[in-house]
């Protein structure tokens, strides 16, 4: 079945402590995408890639790092978490700018 | 900043009422995009809009982009409370990522 997985989907975490948000898609897409959901605010995106080891900012980057080593997969590090970072995470991937974006399931982060 | 505004941010319908959403532009998009997020889940495609004056169909919803491409509107006729939820509308505005509006939810009382 043709889906992007993201683990874990729920996760409380103290603030300073490193983590990383697995995301993997297994429809070779090029283009993969994080954003973070806030009531009232819509979808913001985090980070996103074109492609293998090419990454770019999106709107609100600060705090996150991502890296793209394979094509199926895109992790988002937070380094040090504070608590503004609680929020509902996704991420999402596309075969290229024209395509529709597919979904992961999101990850609801907790920073206390 | 954000580019692409949508309105209104709620609007709660009796079932059987119709339902339109807009999304406005500051910039020219290149394509439009609609998602749909029922409540606890994830956002999931509709449809892409490419042509200026484009207007598709699925079923009881009407998509339609602006002949400017910069607004957009997604029309549904005689809701039902199977469209309860968010929708957004997305583009591309000369970035080379996809930015979201802000979302309108639609509540439908039976």
């Known amino acids: 079945e043709a889906q992007v997985t993201q683990n874990p989907r729920y996760l409380i975490t103290v603030t300073g402590k490193k983590l990383t948000v697995t995301c993997s898609q297994n429809m070779n897409h090029e283009y993969m995408s994080w954003y973070r959901q806030d009531p009232g605010l819509g979808l913001r995106q985090i980070y996103y890639?074109?492609?293998?080891?090419?990454?770019d900012k999106g709107d609100v980057p600060e705090g996150y790092k991502v890296s793209r080593k394979e094509k199926r997969n895109f992790p988002l590090i937070l380094e040090s978490p504070s608590p503004n970072q609680t929020s509902l995470y996704f991420c999402?991937?596309?075969?290229?700018?024209?395509?529709?974006?597919?979904f992961g399931s999101g990850t609801r982060l907790t920073v206390v | 900043g954000q580019q692409v505004m949508q309105i209104p941010q709620y609007q709660h319908v009796q079932e059987g009422e119709d339902f339109t959403t807009y999304c406005n532009s500051s910039?020219?998009?290149?394509?439009i995009q609609w998602y749909k997020q029922r409540p606890g889940g994830h956002p999931v495609f509709l449809i892409q809009l490419v042509k200026s004056g484009e207007v598709k169909k699925q079923k009881r919803l009407t998509f339609q982009f602006g002949e400017a491409k910069k607004n957009s509107s997604l029309h549904i006729t005689a809701t039902q409370t199977t469209d309860v939820g968010t929708y957004f509308c997305?583009?591309?505005?000369?970035?080379?990522?996809?930015?979201f509006g802000s979302g309108t939810r639609l509540q439908v009382q039976p």
């Open positions: 999402a991937s596309s075969l290229d700018r024209g395509r529709g974006y597919t």
């Open positions: 910039t020219t998009l290149s394509n």
């Open positions: 890639s074109m492609n293998v080891e090419v990454t």
């Open positions: 997305a583009g591309y505005t000369g970035r080379r990522a996809l930015t």
